[in-house]
Nanobody, 124 residues
Framework: VQLQASGGGLVQAGGSLRLSCAAA????????MGWFRQAPGQEREFVGG????????NYADSVKGRFTIFRDHAKNTVYLEMASLKPEDTAVYYC??????????????????WGQGTLVTVSS
């Protein structure tokens, strides 16, 4: 199983960025997908999750209204669209796959597979 995250980079505050996570080696349509992030010196935190069908999403309060998660089953890819970025959004962003329901999405231990992370840096 491989989850390949990409799309990170340097962006100015107020800007936008789209992250991608391409999945291989697993039945993508059977898995809920989540995004987490980890800033230097901080614990990994939940950003948002999307159901296997794409019909259900939830987000951390810190990103609600600014970030959007969606998935493309034809491409086995989940996306994190980030807008109105702030310096405090700077972190390594990880995608992950889970078989478990939405009540567990914010808990990293419930995820079965993880990507390698992509760095997002937001300058002020």
């Amino acid at each position: 199983v491989q989850l390949q995250a990409s799309g990170g980079g340097l962006v100015q505050a107020g800007g936008s960025l789209r992250l991608s996570c391409a999945a291989a080696g697993l039945p993508f349509s059977d898995y809920h997908m989540g995004w987490f992030r980890q800033a230097p010196g901080q614990e990994r935190e939940f950003v948002g999750g999307i159901s296997w069908s794409g019909g259900n999403t939830n987000y951390a309060d810190s990103v609600k209204g600014r970030f959007t998660i969606f998935r493309d089953h034809a491409k086995n890819t989940v996306y994190l669209e980030m807008a109105s970025l702030k310096p405090e959004d700077t972190a390594v962003y990880y995608c992950a796959a889970s078989r478990y329901g939405s009540s567990t999405w914010s808990i990293s231990g419930w995820y079965d597979y993880w990507g390698q992370g992509t760095l997002v840096t937001v300058s002020s």
